[in-house]
């Protein structure tokens, strides 16, 4: 997912968002990724109008990126 996830293509998905460039930092002991935004916060987080000036509304956003990921992760049986 790491190699899905680039700066490039969060810009990208974030486009609407953010006007400035994206940094990824990547977090391998707790199999993490943080992205910095630049000029993303529409004037700064006491100046913004948007609902969430810190940025978690864009981390809900992003959740709904779509990679692929292997057939293995997908459970097939409700059952399990």
């Known amino acids: 997912m790491a ?3 680039t700066p490039e293509t969060v810009r990208a998905w ?23 935004c630049t000029q993303a ?21 992003l959740l709904c990126m779509p990679v692929a990921v292997p057939r293995g992760w997908i459970e097939t049986d409700p059952q399990r």
Not at 20 to 30: A, K
Not at 41 to 61: C, F
């Open 3 to 5: 190699r899905q996830l």
């Open 41 to 61: 916060l529409d004037g700064g987080g006491m100046a913004s109008l948007r609902n969430d000036p810190l940025g978690k509304g864009m981390a809900q956003i």
């Open 14 to 36: 974030l486009d609407h968002l953010v006007e400035g460039d994206v940094t990824r930092h990547d977090l391998p002991g707790i199999h993490a990724l943080n992205f910095v």
